[in-house]
C-alpha cells in the first residue's frame, strides 16, 4: 500500500503540467484580484482602515480552499487512468484488498493536497507582505496546517466520489473545468458571498466550499480584523464579517469556528459513507460477473 501512495504522488509532481493546471484556479483568482478586483473592493470598503491589509487575506483564504478542491481532483485523476488501462484490476490481484486501493489513492491526495495548500499559503502571504506590507501572523500556521488538512481530506472524499464514476481520460477535463470554475464562485474568491443571489448563497451552503473558506478567513485575518475595527462599532465588524463570508448564517443561526467545523465532518462522514456504500455494490457486483 506504501508503495502504490508513494507511486500515485510520484507520478503528479512528476508531470509539470499536470501540477500548472491542478493550481490554476489558485492563479486564475490571484491574478484577476490584482489586475481587477482589488481596486473595485477597495472602493466598497474604504470607509474602513487598511482596507487592502483586509482584502488580501481574505483572498488567500478563498483561494486556499479552491487550490485543495482542485489539486486533489488531479491526483486522483490518476484513478480514472488506472480504471481504464485496466492497472486497477491487476492491483485487484494482489493482497491488496479495493479498501486498501482506495485508501492509497486516498492517502497520496491528502498528501498532495495539504502540500499544494501550504505552497500556496507561503507564496501569497510573502507576496502581499512584500508588496502591500500586510503584517502576517506566522504563530497561526500551525492553524492554517490543520485547516488544509482536515479539508484536504473532505476533498479527497468528494474527489473519490466523482472520480470513481468517470470511465475514461476524455472525460477528466470536463470534469475538472467545471468544477474549478464553480469552486472560485463557491468558494467567495471573484465576488464576496453576501453578493451572490440568495438563492446561489443557499446552495452554496450545502457544499463544503464556503465551510472551508470561512475556517481559513477566521484565522488568518485575526489579527488584522482586530487592527481595522478596534476604533469601529461591533455591529460594523459583525456586518463585515457575514459580507465577506468569514461568518455564515444557517437557517438564521450566525456559525462559529466549532460549529463550521463539526458540518465539515458531517460532509467528511456522508462522503465516506458514500464511499463505503458504492465500494460494497461494487464489489458485490464483481463477485456476480465472476461467478
Not at 438563492?199 to 475556517?215: D, I, N, W
Request: a positive charge; glycine letters at 6%.
Amino acid at each position: 500500500m506504501i508503495n502504490l501512495i508513494k507511486r500515485n504522488v510520484t507520478i503528479y509532481f512528476a508531470n509539470r503540467t499536470a501540477v500548472f493546471f491542478s493550481l490554476l484556479a489558485s492563479l486564475i483568482s490571484f491574478i484577476l484580484y490584482i489586475l481587477f478586483l482589488k481596486n473595485n473592493m477597495q472602493q466598497s470598503f474604504q470607509h474602513i482602515p487598511d482596507t487592502t491589509k483586509l482584502l488580501d487575506p481574505w483572498l488567500i483564504g478563498g483561494t486556499l480552499s479552491v487550490t485543495g478542491l482542485t489539486s486533489i481532483g488531479t491526483v486522483l485523476s490518476q484513478l480514472v487512468a488506472d480504471r481504464e488501462s485496466h492497472r486497477l484490476d491487476d492491483l485487484a490481484m494482489t493482497d491488496l484488498s479495493q479498501l486498501q486501493i482506495q485508501s492509497a489513492y486516498l492517502v497520496g491526495a491528502v498528501f498532495v493536497g495539504t502540500f499544494n495548500q501550504i505552497v500556496v499559503y507561503l507564496v501569497m502571504s510573502l507576496y502581499f507582505q512584500l508588496v502591500d506590507g500586510i503584517s502576517v501572523d506566522w504563530s497561526q500556521s500551525g492553524s492554517v496546517l490543520l485547516i488544509a488538512l482536515f479539508s484536504s481530506l473532505v476533498w479527497t472524499a468528494f474527489n473519490l466520489i466523482v472520480y470513481t464514476t468517470i470511465q475514461r481520460q476524455a472525460t477528466i477535463s470536463t470534469v475538472s473545468s467545471i468544477i474549478s470554475t464553480i469552486s472560485g464562485f463557491f468558494a467567495g474568491v471573484y465576488v464576496p458571498i453576501s453578493v451572490m443571489p440568495s438563492v446561489a448563497q443557499t446552495v452554496m451552503k450545502f457544499t463544503p466550499t464556503p465551510y472551508v473558506s470561512a475556517a481559513f478567513r477566521d484565522v488568518i485575518m485575526h489579527q488584522q480584523l482586530k487592527k481595522s475595527f478596534q476604533h469601529l462599532s461591533t455591529s460594523q465588524l459583525n456586518d463585515f464579517r457575514l459580507a465577506m463570508g468569514i461568518d455564515l448564517k444557517v437557517n438564521g443561526t450566525q456559525l462559529n469556528m466549532a460549529q463550521m467545523v463539526l458540518i465539515l465532518g458531517g460532509f467528511l462522514f456522508l462522503f465516506v459513507v458514500w464511499l463505503l456504500v458504492s465500494n460494497y455494490f461494487r464489489t458485490k457486483e464483481g463477485i456476480k460477473r465472476a461467478s
